[in-house]
């Protein structure tokens, strides 16, 4: 008996693994308009690849799915449930790399909510993720809106720090420019 109950469990496990995984793909292919999905309006698209993701979630919890999740309700205009999914995510899950994400998109939310005091703290949390790829991102974000806060001098000291902690970053030429640099 106890033979047949693994066997069926792992069955079972295999089962919703591929299905999760079915139906993460379908919603990727319509979250990205894919060639059956572009004459899609994009509020249907997006509507529809949150029903997949939900549905992968539901068969199997991953990090990313939750992503994608907060992602569709993101494009949708839906910013609390984005935000309601990404710290469901950022409570569950710790992959530092979608952890960044995560917060980073938590704050473009609640910028758009203009909520800047928790966009803030978003950001601030991914510079307190160790390796974290999106640190000089987020010193650059921050330094916006303590720049849009009429804040000037702190947001030039992010400026700074992002270009004395990442010389090399992309974000370079725009720090430079907004501290009135070359």
Same mark, same amino acid.
């Given at each position: 008996?106890? =033979? ?7 069955? +079972? ?15 990727? %292919?319509?979250?990205?308009? #894919? +060639? #059956? ?8 698209? +997006? ?7 939900? %549905? ?12 994608? =999740? ?8 839906? +910013?609390?449930?984005? =935000? ?28 758009? %909510? ?16 160790? #390796?974290?790829?999106?640190? #000089? ?6 330094? %916006? ?7 000037? !001098?702190?947001?030039?000291? $992010?400026?700074? !720090? ?11 030429? !725009? ?6 640099? $070359?």
């Amino acid at each position: 008996v106890l =033979i047949i109950v693994i066997i069926a469990f792992t069955a +079972y496990q295999k089962t919703s693994k591929s299905k999760a995984l079915e139906l993460e793909f379908e919603g990727q %292919k319509l979250f990205y308009g #894919d +060639y #059956d999905a572009q004459f899609i309006p994009a509020v249907e698209r +997006y509507q529809k690849a949150l029903e997949m993701f939900k %549905k992968s979630y539901a068969a199997k919890k991953r990090a990313d799915v939750l992503l994608y =999740i907060a992602n569709c309700h993101y494009e949708l205009g839906n +910013y609390d449930e984005a =935000i309601k999914a990404l710290k469901d995510l950022s409570s569950q899950f710790s992959d530092p790399k979608i952890i960044s994400l995560a917060y980073y998109k938590m704050a473009m939310s609640y910028i758009k %909510k203009d909520d800047t005091d928790n966009a803030l703290t978003s950001l601030k949390n991914i510079l307190s993720i160790k #390796d974290s790829v999106l640190q #000089d991102m987020a010193l650059l974000e921050i330094g %916006k809106i303590l720049e849009l806060s009429g804040k000037t !001098e702190d947001a030039k000291n $992010k400026y700074r !720090e992002l270009i004395n902690k990442f010389p090399k970053s992309a974000l370079l030429i !725009e720090a430079k420019t907004r501290l009135g640099e $070359k």
